[in-house]
């Protein structure tokens, strides 16, 4: 069975003329499955009968469970664990800004980059997520608080440059106005840094904000804290964030987790700066979040600040991520982690 949900209209119009039907039979499926997020052909009073009959033999409509969330008492921030059609879980977070509201979604089961840091990659990646399943995650948290969802963030668990075609095809799905219709300024997808990928994107030239998770201002530092930089340095990282930045206008973020004794020294600030001023990105500090397994703690507070003024004297625009649902489990992948434990 075809999975119809993760279908771009443009690909469900060529799908309706090729069993003769037409084109604009593809606008009201569409408005079915991405705005009234009906889970039955049955439901899409809108199409004859016979046609309802010929697209539930062909066509499955995916949907997760819930398997649990998690809210937070301080900020609100909701976490959740969704089961897939497989029995596979991935988590995606609700927080709760002035702003509006902000998901942020898993793009694999698992992950294969292997960051000495991060708790998603300890069990190594299952699977790549099919664009409905990234959709699902948001169509999920929307329903469940009865709110629209403004910005979205691909900043879960997975690596998502090492599943790009279903994720740019998740892009133009969740900002299609036929859609959520998410402005793809409001788009915020984070690499840890695949090149060829980052390239390829910058071609696409969408308006979504791209974030690369540098943690480290030398290749030697980076190499030990994230085995993709054994493939691409840091000055191949930074032509390739050059070409993104030429070809979309789009600024780019630097995302730094900061831990101590790691990466928090002055001397790292000078080398981050030089990168970050190089191609004119935004640098987001963020402490890192202990994960049992890494041993790794994260830089105080104090000292975060020293970091954030380092690089602001050095010219560059840095700020501090607040750190939100700090008293449920913070770090990414941890809810998915702590559950497997307890099932084995
Ligand atoms: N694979 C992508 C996106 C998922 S991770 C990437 O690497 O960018 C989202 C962000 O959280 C990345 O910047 C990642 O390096 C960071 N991260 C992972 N584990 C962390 C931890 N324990 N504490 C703080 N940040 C972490």
Known sequence: MKDIKSLTLEQLKEEMTAIGEKPFRAGQIYKWLHVKLVNSFDEMTDLSASLREKLAKEYEITDLKQLEVQISKEDGTRKYLFALGDGNTVESVLMRYHHGNSVCISSQVGCRMGCKFCASTIGGCIRSLTSSEMLDQIYKISADIGERVSNVVVMGMGEPMDNYDNVVRFITMISDENGLNIS???????????????????????????????????????????????????AELTDACAYYFKKTGRRLTFEYSLIAGVNDTEKDADDIARIARKVSAHVNLIPVNPVTETGFKPTAGRDTNAFKNALEKRGVTATVRREMGRDIDGACGQLRKRRMENLT
Do not use: F, W
Request: aromatic letters at 2%; hydrophobic letters at 40%.
């Open 184 to 234: 793809q300024r409001n788009l915020t997808v984070s690499t840890c840094g695949l090149v060829p990928e980052i390239r390829k994107l910058a071609d696409l030239q969408l308006s979504i904000t791209l974030a690369i998770s540098l943690h480290a201002g030398t290749d030697e530092k980076r190499k030990s804290l994230m085995p993709i930089a054994n493939k691409y340095s840091i």
